[in-house]
């Protein structure tokens, strides 16, 4: 069973956070909810508290199959600015594992020197990125080697499923797909 940690930092984007989790764990993926801080209660952008399985300082990027951020400025920032996640994000890209930021968290797979040469993320966190290769709204999923970015609120049952695909194979993304009623997905 694939194994993706989605760590968050207080202020991460709840929609992107809940429905990557959500997706994955219908897709029948380990998921594990890792807290940056010493609480495991995390209160995102809009107030929503999650509870967190597990502390990002005790993961080892050995155990992970990906590692996948969810966006908001608050939480963004965070992520950046956190060694930890910082380190996992290095130690999953030397090995070639896969990596997956939406919305304002590409800024931190930039701050850790993994974000590849093509990307997409929420307009105007580009300008903070300052990296070529941004492909704007051309798609809702942007791929480049390991690495996987999304737009953001709006996109994240369709960055979910292209996630599912990646870890499970065509046939479980297509069912899926259909069971969340999600066809304007690609």
């Known amino acids: 069973m694939s194994k993706v940690l989605v760590p968050l930092a207080s202020g991460f984007e709840e ?35 999650i509870q967190a399985d597990l502390h990002v ?9 990906m590692i996948v951020l969810p966006g908001g400025w608050d939480g963004t920032y965070a992520l950046a600015e956190d060694e930890n996640v910082q380190n996992l994000l290095r130690k999953m890209d030397e090995k070639g594992k896969n990596i997956g930021a939406i919305c304002a968290a590409p800024f931190a797979l930039n701050a850790a020197g993994v974000l590849k040469e093509k990307y997409t993320c929420y307009p105007s966190v580009e300008e903070q990125i300052k990296k070529e290769g941004y ?40 069912a899926l797909k259909e069971g969340l009623l999600a066809t304007y997905c690609e």
């Open 135 to 174: 492909m704007g709204d051309s798609a809702m999923v942007v791929e480049d080697a390991n690495v996987m970015t999304s737009r953001g609120p709006g996109t994240a049952l369709c960055f979910a499923l292209a996630i599912v695909k990646k870890l499970k194979g065509e046939e479980s993304y297509k």
């Open 57 to 65: 300082k005790d993961i080892i990027a050995e155990e992970l199959d």
């Open 15 to 49: 929609i992107e956070a809940v429905s990557i989790i959500d997706v994955l764990r219908r897709a029948e993926i380990e998921v594990l909810v890792a807290s940056l801080d010493d609480s495991l209660h995390v209160k995102g952008a809009n107030n929503i508290i």
